[in-house]
């Protein structure tokens, strides 16, 4: 039976949502349409392009707002732009080379008049390298507030709409914005990008789908993509409607990153069970085998600037701040908590951990205070606005209690706050509360260590004196993402209010000493991983992934969003019925190997019985005496034997060639008659049947066969492996071997070197062999064939291995269904025969299988 990574890639699938209008500019020359491919390389140019400049590689940066700040002028009525230095996108820039050029595309935060864009294009070219991407109001808010933010976002962090008032329902409306959003980002892409040379970073969930438009448009562009927010478990993720699009296009890169190990496990989980993908580790990088394309994965969370924070530690006023926090909090101990108004940062969580631990030991009553900095809302739908009345009102209940006129234990501070500040507050609290029950990353305590970390000036502000060991510590969530990095934390479950409130005193009280070890581990990762180390390990990594594009050929196929790009070798190509059927009759002695299902008979037809134009094709070959013709299957010995009777001289090989024999009239041969080993086998097979939903056992003469298709994937996979450790010990001395993927038997390549081993044998060397299949195990057939070609047969002999579907495979030809198989049967009945099979092409049905 095919497997799924082994299926006929012809299928498209429907649903087009666009088409993408062509770029004017020079291309390089890549295969549209299947067929023969030229031998011209695809990164030649035409004689046009032969005087155009060398252009030098670039990176281009996509996201979903460009790194700058737009104001417009009071005075002269113009836009004015400044760079958004606190941009993680910007910051990039420290991580590459410095004359490397960086173009950014994405949106301005201001609406910009239409009759403007056009000048405001050219002087963000011109003067920032940035490219904007102009949204129509209504487009923008169809897909950002939207599909973004009010579904994609709530859903990746975990929270399903289970009914309208939590969380908004799929609206394909809003679907159509997101897809409709991300081509014009694409085509903004392709305005500025030299495909052969520059380098594609695409940022986060906002553009899930935009790397299948540049797929679809240049089938080698060099592109990778990051993601920020987590990416949630297989059953959050499966209950998304456009799921496999989002996936596709995601697979559509060449490198994806990721935050955590989790984020990176729960892509990979959903690849395997929503798309039947494998995946493993290659010399310590996970990669993904998507169409002869390998997509590697990325696990390194994002650093911060420590240079950008230590300069404002350093001015004047983050000092002078310092000193009036000080002032103000004499003689208590203070909490930092600086979170965006939003369900997931788990401020009212934390607010009540406060509250328990102040009941819980009076002796923080009125000596412990939380600053809770809260940053603007990036959105104002009702849950923000429900979020903020329980904070507010939580807050006021704990200073009720538990303050006085002069005494506040909770102080929000609900306001923008400048940078220097939030340092400031940093710098001087003895702990830091992170809470959030969800969150892609959150770089507060990266912050937060920095700042404690101070300088001498900041020191001098603080009363530190010069050789005092800094401290720090932590709470944190163990559902962030920065949460794995920092092992000094005190990791918590914000849910559990009492663990927290326990963290929280397990922080307040330990010693200064304990504080500064975990202070010192903490700085020396987030001082060496910063967000230059990501971004350059990220660039590297994607230039490793890229640097095999032009080694392969490239085939574009699927409609919309299901488009992928098919990369196969060089050679590969269509195995032509004129050609083979010349080489067919130069030849003396000939050989041809025949899988049965898929290659002659269709996957899907439900009646595998051969047709009778297979019939007519099979016997015409065999009554030719030059040739030697072989059906090699998995199926059993009297099943075959039953359905190919009508052709006496035919030789089979059944059970992946156990059982074998050369016609009709012949005895078959069996590898082996010792079969005891069945006996001590079956009852171990059946044990993890019943302990696994989904398997079954295939009992065949040769072999038995657990199968677990049907099983979860990964439960699957898992009980697999553990019954192959058992099989391994149980049949240490027993003649038979356990074997990962086809049976415990022998393989459909050991019937080849059988069959060229005899008929060399008896003096009848073939120079002409044709071996075609379609799945896993034919490819044994293709790797022993040509292993025998070069050491045991003439080297003028003609050789022809060939797959069903376009595929990746060892075969050097294909053909796409099993009407060209039978197709090319009988172009060589008739090649060297009279009597000319007929062939109808209605009567077979064509072999296509998706992934």
């Known amino acids: ?60 940066i996509v996201a979903n707002m460009l790194p700058l700040h737009a104001s417009r002028d009071t005075e002269t009525g113009k836009w004015r732009f400044t760079f958004d230095e606190d941009s993680i996108l910007l910051q990039v820039k420290n991580g590459l080379a410095p004359n490397a050029e960086v173009i950014y595309i994405g949106s301005l935060k201001v609406d910009i008049d239409v009759n403007e864009q056009d000048e405001v294009s050219q002087r963000l070219l011109k003067e920032f390298k940035c490219v904007p991407t102009f949204l129509p109001n209504d487009l923008l808010k169809k897909f950002y507030h939207g599909y973004c933010k009010q579904y994609l976002w709530p859903l990746f962090h975990y929270m399903l ?7 908004d329902r799929f609206d394909r409306l809003l679907w159509q914005a997101y897809v409709s959003a991300n081509k014009i980002f694409a085509d903004k892409v392709m305005e500025v990008i030299n495909p052969e040379d520059d380098y594609v970073w695409v940022h986060d969930y906002h553009l899930m789908v935009l790397p299948t438009f540049l797929r679809k448009r240049f089938y080698r562009v060099k592109l990778g993509f990051f993601l920020h927010s987590p990416f949630p478990s297989s059953e959050i993720y499966r209950t998304l409607p456009v799921r496999d699009e989002i996936l596709r296009g995601l697979l559509n890169c060449d490198l994806v990153g990721f935050h955590t190990f989790d984020y990176a496990r729960h892509f990979l989980s959903c690849c395997s069970r929503m798309l039947g993908l494998d995946y493993a580790s290659k010399r310590g990088h996970i990669g993904l085998d998507y169409f002869g394309r390998t997509v590697y994965i990325k696990i390194l969370p994002v650093g911060i600037h420590v240079g950008r924070l ?14 009036e926090i000080q002032e103000q909090y004499k003689g208590k101990k203070l909490i930092v908590g600086i979170d965006d108004m939003d369900i997931f940062k788990g401020i009212s969580l934390k607010l009540l951990a406060l509250e328990y631990l102040l009941n819980q030991n009076p002796e923080f009553q009125g000596k412990l205070v939380l600053i809770q900095i809260i940053n603007p809302a990036r959105s104002s739908g009702k849950d923000v606005q429900e979020t903020m009345r329980e904070t507010y009102l939580i807050a006021r209940r704990i200073n009720a209690t538990y303050g006085s006129p002069s005494y506040e234990p909770v102080v929000i501070i609900d306001r923008p706050v400048p940078r220097f500040e939030k340092s400031a507050y940093y710098a001087v609290a003895e702990c830091c509360l992170v809470n959030a029950v969800r969150d892609g990353m959150n770089l507060v305590p990266y912050k937060y260590i920095v700042c404690r970390q101070g300088t001498p000036t900041l020191d001098e502000a603080l009363g530190i004196k010069p050789d005092t060991p800094h401290t720090s510590m932590l709470v944190v969530s163990e559902f962030i993402g920065c949460s794995p990095s920092l092992s000094g934390a005190i990791r918590v479950n914000p849910w559990d209010i009492d663990a927290v409130a326990e963290a929280l005193n397990l922080a307040l009280s330990m010693p200064n000493h304990e504080k500064h070890l975990r202070h010192e581990k903490h700085y020396r990762y987030v001082s060496s991983h910063d967000v230059a180390y990501w971004a350059r390990s ?91 013709v072989f059906i090699v299957s998995g199926r059993g010995r009297n099943q075959l034997g039953e359905w190919l009777s009508p052709c006496l001289s035919l030789g089979i090989a ?51 066969v657990w199968h677990h298709r049907d099983a979860d994937p990964d439960f699957g996979s898992w009980q697999a492996m ?21 049976s415990i038997g022998v393989s459909k390549g050991l019937v080849v070197e059988k069959v060229i081993s005899s008929l060399i044998n008896d003096g009848k060397r073939p120079d002409f062999l044709v071996c075609i299949g379609d799945d896993r195990s034919d490819e044994d057939m293709f790797e022993s064939l040509l292993k025998s070609s070069t050491v045991s047969l003439p080297a003028t002999s003609e050789v022809f291995c060939c797959t069903v579907g376009q595929k990746p495979s060892k075969a050097k030809y294909y053909l796409d269904d099993t009407s060209d198989v039978l197709r090319l049967l009988c172009g060589l009945a008739s090649a060297a025969s009279p009597q000319k099979p007929r062939y109808n092409p209605h009567a077979q049905v064509s072999f296509e299988s998706t992934f």
């Not at 082994?6 to 549209?32: E, Q």
């Not at 990164?43 to 670039?58: G, I, L, Q």
């Not at 230590?310 to 000193?323: A, F, G, H, N, R």
């Not at 553990?722 to 074997?739: G, Q, S």
């Open 1 to 60: 039976m095919a497997s799924k990574s082994y299926g006929n890639l012809l299928g498209l699938i429907s649903g087009d949502i666009m088409d993408i209008p062509r770029t004017p500019r020079t291309l390089p020359r890549v295969m549209t349409v299947p067929g023969i491919i030229s031998d011209v390389d695809g990164r030649e140019s035409s004689d046009e392009d032969s005087d155009a400049p060398v252009v030098r590689e670039r990176k281009i």
């Open 161 to 167: 709409p289970m009914c309208p008032d939590h969380g």
């Open 310 to 323: 230590t300069s404002v530690l350093d001015l004047p006023c983050t000092s002078e701040k310092v000193k």
């Open 538 to 628: 990220f660039l590297q990594d994607l230039e490793r992934a890229c640097q095999n594009h032009y080694n392969k050929r490239c085939w574009g196929f699927g409609l919309g969003l299901s488009f992928r790009v098919v990369s196969l070798s060089p050679s590969f190509r269509k195995l032509n019925v004129d050609y083979i059927a010349s080489a067919y009759k130069r030849t003396t002695r000939r050989v041809i190997f025949l899988d049965y299902d898929g290659t002659l008979v269709p996957q899907s037809c439900m009646n595998k019985c051969p047709s009778s134009e297979v019939i007519s094709v099979l016997n015409a070959l065999c009554s030719d005496p030059k040739n030697t």
């Open 654 to 704: 059944a059970e992946h060639g156990y059982f074998l024999r050369w016609d009709k009239d012949a005895d078959w041969e069996s590898t082996t008659a010792e079969l005891g080993w069945k006996e001590i086998v079956e009852p171990i097979m059946r044990s993890y049947t019943e302990a696994t939903d989904g398997s079954n056992i295939e009992t065949k003469e040769s072999a038995l």
């Open 722 to 742: 553990e019954l192959m450790d058992h099989l391994e010990n149980v049949l240490a001395n027993e003649p038979a071997v356990a074997t990962r993927g086809h």
